[in-house]
């Protein structure tokens, strides 16, 4: 269910815990009473005589070698504090003596006490008399009822003689509605903590929670699917120039659709189109889930197929870069495709014969170079590796190659190569060089904007057997490249989007 989703449950539980929390602490405001609390803890236990017999050794001088009794003497540091949550008053300690606590040092004698108190609680000290109950008698020392505000401590020097280092000491007595109880911390002058230990377990879920609340509100992606998703296959096939951006919107459209799964397999616009029209041929009901990508419209004689028109490509002439030619005439241009022109001298150019690289007869880009430029069909293939003649009576060097790729390649490689690509992946290759014709630039944004006439381009057309479902994939896919996020990527390669203001008009014209 959409409601049970992880930033859901985690704020309903931290809403929960809240709640709960929050009632406990009423709960144990009014029930359990605040309790008065004295602490206490030994923060030193030291020899000072030989303590031969256990082993240890120390070096004494002054008075603490030459007053009697120090060969077995030892230092207590007592702390006595108020770690409770309200104040100590003298009529708190419920000692039927006079004085509050007793303290006993377990086989030790004590030799004599000295009482320290913070600067800022020295009224404490008043309440250290023998009236008072102060004073000590073998192993027990007696503490008066100082009173404690919350907080306050007071510490207890105490010389003892006899007995081991560690041997226990004890503090007696007791507290109305409270307790006298050993304590523990870090350092010897560490304050009690603020919170209680649940306190501080339950701040801490509480923080752990809103964190990973606000951290899955954060990175939670929020975009939600495209409208008109669809589950299922699809085979994109068709156009080699147009593959990049078929390959990237495939991805785009899995990724925001889950469920689809888009095969891209381009084998040119010529082949592609007609293995549509077998797949329809041969699909028993309806339309079949393939869409080919084509460089111009389909070939005559397919009727069933339907068109959309999806953008507008540039393509370009290329030119190896030993070639400095940079701009040719559409008259130049006819008369190297016819193989009268067989050096590049003859165009002005440095001593190389000129190589014609081209696609073979499937390709979109040949049929658009074709049609747009040359106005005919281009001569006859006289070479396999586009670098040796193998007809003798060719006029000039024509290879056929099966991929844009190839082309490109080829071109950057072959001084005095000439070949034709769609112009993204022209102008993306390194060693050739794009011409103009008839000094317009190959320009995306020149054409878009009516700056130009330049001729080399068509309408990227996208074909169906028939017309797919409304709710297909191939409809759905077809929605997104054209309309939806896959305008993006079309811009991105160098085509403009025919949905769009400038692109309806370009595309309505070509």
Not at 107 to 132: A, C
Not at 384 to 406: F, G, M, N, Y
Not at 454 to 481: D, K
Request: hydrophobic fraction near 35%; aromatic fraction near 6%; glycine fraction near 10%.
């Amino acid at each position: 269910m959409e409601w049970l989703s992880a930033e859901n449950v985690v704020a309903v539980g931290t809403a929960v815990l809240g709640i709960a929390a929050s009632g406990v602490m009423v709960w144990y405001e009014r029930r359990v009473p605040r309790r008065k609390r004295i602490g206490y803890r030994v923060q030193m236990d030291n020899p000072i005589g030989d303590d031969v017999r256990l082993g240890r050794a120390n070096v004494r001088a002054g008075l603490f070698d030459e007053a009697p009794g120090m060969s077995d003497a030892t230092l207590v540091l007592l702390r006595v504090e108020n770690d409770g949550s309200q104040g100590i008053d003298r009529d708190d300690y419920t000692s039927p003596e006079v004085h509050g606590l007793t303290a006993v040092f377990s086989d030790r004698t004590i030799r004599g006490v000295s009482v320290t108190q913070p600067s800022d609680t020295g009224h404490l000290m008043d309440h250290f008399t023998p009236t008072r109950g102060f004073g000590y008698d073998g192993n027990t020392l007696r503490i008066p009822r100082v009173p404690l505000n919350r907080g306050d401590h007071f510490k207890l020097l105490v010389l003892l003689s006899g007995g081991d280092v560690g041997s226990e000491i004890r503090l007696i007595g007791g507290i109305r509605e409270g307790e006298v109880h050993p304590n523990r911390s870090a350092t010897p002058d560490e304050k009690p903590p603020l919170f209680s230990r649940a306190a501080r377990l339950i701040t801490i879920m509480l923080t752990v929670s809103v964190l990973t609340l606000a951290t899955i509100v954060v990175t939670r992606d929020d975009t939600r699917p495209p409208i008109g998703c669809a589950k299922g296959t699809l085979t994109l096939t068709g156009s080699t120039a147009f593959a990049p951006v078929l390959e990237e919107v495939a991805k785009k459209y899995e990724r925001d659709c889950e469920g689809a799964a888009v095969t891209v397999d381009p084998h040119g616009s010529t082949a592609g189109v007609r293995e549509l029209a077998g797949a329809g041929a041969q699909h028993k009901k309806g339309s079949p889930p393939v869409v080919a990508l084509s460089d111009g419209p389909k070939p005559s004689g397919l009727p069933k197929l339907r068109e959309n028109r999806v953008a507008l490509s540039v393509f370009a002439l290329v030119v190896n870069d030993e070639v400095p030619t940079r701009n040719l005439s559409t008259q130049d241009v006819r008369r190297l495709y016819r193989g009268e022109i067989r050096n590049w001298r003859q165009l002005g150019g440095p001593n190389l014969p000129v190589h014609l690289v081209s696609r073979d007869a499937n390709s979109g880009t040949r049929q658009v170079f074709q049609r747009r430029v040359l106005g005919r069909g281009e001569i006859a293939n006289s070479s396999v590796d586009c670098v040796h003649k193998d007809d003798a009576t060719a006029p000039v060097i024509r290879c056929e190659l099966d991929s844009t790729e190839q082309v490109l390649t080829t071109v950057a490689g072959l001084p005095g190569a000439v070949g034709y690509s769609e112009l993204n992946a022209a102008n993306r290759a390194e060693g050739l060089t794009p011409l103009k014709l008839d000094g317009d630039a190959p320009s995306v944004d020149a054409i878009e904007h009516g700056a130009n006439a330049y001729p080399y381009r068509e309408i990227e057309y996208a074909y169906t057997y028939g017309r797919p479902p409304a709710h297909s994939l191939a409809s759905s896919f077809l929605t997104y490249l054209s309309r939806g996020n896959g305008q993006d990527v079309i811009r991105t390669h160098g085509h403009i989007p025919c949905w769009t203001p400038e692109g309806l008009r370009l595309c309505a014209e070509d």
